[in-house]
């Protein structure tokens, strides 16, 4: 990844549409885990998803990155439907995620985790790259350096060779992120990227987004317990309850919203 001629001063939002959800609805057998679901993503946005325990969030990104498919409505990515396409189609289109629990190659180091996440720039694959043969060792040369600018960027330097398991879990997160960021792409789904961290660990999390986002002009669209984090991180907000989006707006706004306090909060009106 030529990360550093990319780097932009300014953020790069803008209105246009980057994810359009339009009623979207999901059933598992007789439970209804999203009904008539819409929201738009814009170019540039940091936009969260938030809701209790079973609200939707992890099958609202699912159906996004083609994990499950919608029982009915549509979604468009830059302006062309998805809703039905696979999770690796997808993924080539300039859609990356993560996981709400780590999906790392434990045994594997910190740089054999990231190049994985160049599987798709690669147009050998993983096994041909490995035994260096004519082009593909100078394609291999290449991915190598584009991982170690996510080193760099990432801070990981330290722990770059070690195998990944036996790193704190707050680094492994990072990793994770790291190789999303690999395949350099437009959008990134971030399924909790700072459960389980401590408060420092978020922060510096929190850094990393916004440096992606302002830097390499990756919209992303993230799901997170901490109401905190959430509140200083996004440009705007979706809740999800039960199923239903009952409320979007800037944090401002949903920190203000009746529904948003009485069904998210519990409190009363
Ligand atoms: N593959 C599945 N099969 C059956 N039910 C599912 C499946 N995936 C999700 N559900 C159900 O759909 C509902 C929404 O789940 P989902 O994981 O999307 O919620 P969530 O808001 O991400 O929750 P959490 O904050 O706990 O991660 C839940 O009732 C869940 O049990």
Do not use: W
Not at 13 to 40: C, H, K
Not at 41 to 64: H, M, Q, W
Not at 68 to 73: A, E, F, W
């Amino acid at each position: 990844m030529n990360m550093l001629p990319t780097i932009r001063t300014g953020r790069g939002r803008s209105d246009s549409q980057v994810i359009v959800v339009e009623n979207v609805s999901l059933r598992f057998g007789g439970l209804a885990a999203l009904t008539n679901v819409s929201l738009d993503v814009r170019e540039g946005e940091i936009y969260s998803i938030i809701g209790p325990n079973g609200a939707g969030k992890t099958s609202l990104l699912n159906c996004i990155n083609g994990f499950y498919t919608p029982t009915s409505g549509r979604i468009t990515l830059g302006g062309d439907e998805i809703a039905r396409l696979s999770p690796a189609t997808i993924a080539r289109s300039g859609l990356s995620r993560t996981f709400q629990n780590l999906a790392l190659f434990k045994a594997l180091s910190t740089i054999d985790n990231l190049l994985l996440g160049r599987n798709l720039k690669m147009r050998t694959n993983f096994l041909q790259a490995a035994v260096f043969l004519g082009p593909t060792k100078r394609e291999e040369v290449k991915h190598r350096a584009a991982v170690e600018e996510i080193v760099h960027f990432l801070q990981l330097e330290a722990v770059r060779d070690e195998p990944v398991g036996q790193l704190p879990y707050g680094t492994q997160k990072r990793i994770e992120f790291g190789r999303a960021l690999a395949s350099e792409p437009k959008i990134i789904l971030l399924d909790e990227p700072m459960a389980g961290m401590t408060q420092r660990e978020k922060m510096e999390m929190c850094d990393f987004i916004r440096s992606a986002n302002e830097m390499l002009n990756v919209t992303f669209v993230l799901i997170e317990h901490d109401i905190g984090v959430i509140m200083g991180l996004s440009d705007r907000i979706a809740v999800l309850d039960r199923g239903l989006r009952i409320a979007e707006g800037t944090p401002r706004e949903i920190a203000a919203d009746p529904a948003v306090i009485s069904a998210y909060l519990g409190v009363e009106h």
